[in-house]
């Protein structure tokens, strides 16, 4: 079965110049997550979403920042304009989520973008 | 908010030694907890979770327990290989859904 697919998997770009990154997640997953992993950190949640419905973006600048999901599938986020603190990695999620109730889901990761902005 | 504190790294050991990572965690409610591993230049992969007070949760050698008691959930093995050599990162997912990650801990296992 093939995992959670992304592209590209490195970008760099200069600053004020828009980027976009494209995620695939696993067949019949029904919940997509995008996360940016700052160097030496863990990730953060940029935004989740139940097929298309993003139902949690509050980590998300939308000033610059967006994303879509059409179809419930494939995912894009993009940024316009780039800053410089934007260089991370961009890690892509997803998992199946049963029914309306709170609970665990298991999370299968994409290998990311690494996107550096000069 | 909810929050996991793990231990600063980098670590290196030698082949066959002892490893404990030690994961703290603040979260109202009861979360699941949950170890990952990242590999160089690959993504994410879950090692091993527990999601209820007192569960053990265990895989490839490791371990680690759900300690309410002290809000813990430290990672552990008997003997390391080279091939464990990776970034371990703590996490947990409370009533939001989303993970809340460690900083994130580097191991080296030398031969």
């Known amino acids: 079965e093939a995992g959670v697919v992304q592209s590209p998997r490195y970008k760099i770009i200069e600053k004020k110049q828009p980027v976009a990154f494209w995620c695939n997640p696993i067949s019949g997953h029904n919940t997509l997550y995008w996360y940016r992993q700052n160097l030496g950190q863990g990730p953060e949640l940029l935004i989740r979403y139940e097929n298309e419905e993003a139902v949690d973006d509050s980590q998300l600048p939308k000033d610059r920042f967006s994303a879509e999901r059409l179809k419930g599938v494939d995912s894009t986020l993009k940024i316009q304009p780039a800053e410089l603190g934007d260089s991370a990695v961009y890690l892509c999620?997803?998992?199946?989520?049963?029914?309306?109730?709170?609970?665990?889901?298991?999370?299968?990761f994409g290998p990311g973008t690494r996107l550096t902005v000069l | 908010g909810d929050s996991v504190t793990q231990m600063e790294g980098p670590v290196t050991l030698s082949e066959e030694a002892f490893l404990t990572i030690n994961c703290t965690y603040t979260?109202?409610?009861?979360?699941?907890l949950f170890w990952y591993v990242q590999y160089p230049g690959e993504g994410l992969q879950l090692l091993l979770k527990a999601t209820k007070a007192d569960d053990k949760g265990s895989n490839k050698g490791f371990e680690a327990t759900y300690r309410k008691e002290t809000t813990s959930f430290h990672l552990e093995k008997g003997s390391v290989q080279v091939s464990d050599s990776a970034v371990y990162f703590c996490?947990?997912?409370?009533?939001?859904?989303?993970?809340?990650f460690g900083k994130g801990t580097k191991l080296t296992v030398n031969p």
């Open positions: 996490a947990l997912q409370g009533g939001s859904e989303k993970l809340v």
């Open positions: 999620a997803s998992s199946y989520r049963r029914g309306s109730g709170v609970g665990y889901n298991e999370q299968f």
């Open positions: 979260a109202t409610g009861y979360p699941s």
